[in-house]
């Protein structure tokens, strides 16, 4: 057990790169205008050298885990698997308190076996990169609350009453044999301004990023707007509130636009709260057929 704990120490301690944000960017936004399948040696071998690190760390702890302890092995049969070889599972899970602040998080990582290594590396440094980032954030926006509650009068037992709590965690909207789609969510409990969201969808047959323009087409901006537009006309006429386009309301997606994949393989493109609606409605999600 020393020597697992040791290696999950290991995998905890490892630094993200300050360099990797440009080159996780550049790796979005290249997909998402259909880049070519063979990502190029010179990016491959940069985001290889950190994310192997990870990825060797995951596999002791994993080895070492599932022969030392029985109830590891039974949790690892449980994971969710795509196919015979994907799967998204919980890489970390902990809980800590930094201060006065309560930190719970579900840290997932995709596995696409041999094929799908390149995607697998990318998405789980997107991901680590990102809730890392969220959760150093958060604490800070926290602490920033706390003194400024102290210094206009609030008192400690007043402040203790609060309970702040962050949450990072992720759900999976659909998983096949061809397609992974998830979500990857950061929360604070004293507000809602700061959520981080991120989707994730895969295609698991060529192991790229699925798109909108694959669900719906090059004319997919056209497309997904008349349906959103005739949506909202339908929702408001029973009974739903949208800000019109006077207070900042709905007027077109992007190629960038967050979306899932639902049960029926249909895209669902998803507005943030407060972005086209009271934030009484929360995230706001439109179906595309």
Known sequence: MKELEKSRETYEGIVIPGELEGRVMEAVQSSRKKRARKLSQRRRSRVYRWAAGIAAALTVVTTIGLNTSEA?????????????????????SYEKTEGDTQIQAEIPGVDLGENGRELSQEVNAQIEKMTAQYEREALQRAEEYHQAFIETGGTQEEWAEHDIRIHVWYEIKNQTEDVLSFVVKGTESWTSAYAEIRYYNLDLKSNDFLTLADFLGADFIEKANASIKAQIEERTQAGESFFTAEEGGFETITEDSSF???????????????????????EIEFEII
């Open 72 to 92: 590891f092995a039974v949790e690892m049969q449980n994971l969710p698997v795509i196919g015979d070889l994907a799967r998204i599972l919980t890489i970390r």
């Open 260 to 282: 899932y994949v639902n049960d029926r393989g249909n895209p669902v493109i998803v507005f943030e709260k407060y972005s086209i609606a009271p934030g009484a409605a929360g």
